[in-house]
């Protein structure tokens, strides 16, 4: 299995009103952290989340999360770039 780009090295912090969102999972989407499509072609699919109340959430970037979509700290084991 490929693995996805990374998107950025820490969480995307954001605010959310109650909806339905879709996160990027392949690291490609031009609107990190949610999907704009990027992924057709790839093994990569986005994964769907539900809203209830406004919140801020935090977001993973570097997409080794395993707690889909959530930042579980995955970024902190990344290789330094160098």
Do not use: N
């Amino acid at each position: 299995m490929a693995e996805p780009a990374i998107a950025q090295r820490s969480p995307f912090a954001v605010e959310l009103a109650p909806g339905d969102y879709w996160w990027c999972a392949c690291g490609r989407s031009k609107r990190q952290p949610f999907c704009d499509g990027s992924h057709k072609g790839s093994e990569f699919s986005p994964a769907r989340f539900t809203i209830s109340e406004a919140q801020k959430l935090w977001l993973c970037g570097c997409k080794r999360t395993a707690g889909r979509p959530f930042c579980d700290g995955s970024h902190k084991k990344l290789p330094v770039e160098t």
